[in-house]
């Protein structure tokens, strides 16, 4: 079976979505976008491994996540009313 693989983005769409390079920013904990977004640790835990929420796996147990990423999905995912 042939893993699943996407095509990273250009820079250029990087840089047209409002992300900053990845490698200058610090990445947030769990704890981090949990409070960031108001909601449970296990619910992020779990978002996170459904891949509804942009994030990055560090070995088999730890997530990590980049703030720009985060805050463009909540951009993205809210709805005023």
Known sequence: MTPNIQKPISEDQENSLGLSDPGTEPLWTVSEVAE?????????????????????????????????EVKQWLHLHVEEH
Do not use: D, H, Q
């Open 36 to 68: 960031y977004l108001r909601i449970n640790l296990e619910t992020v835990r779990m978002m996170a491994r459904r891949g509804e929420l942009p994030s990055l796996k560090v070995g088999k147990r730890l997530w990590r996540f980049r703030p720009s």
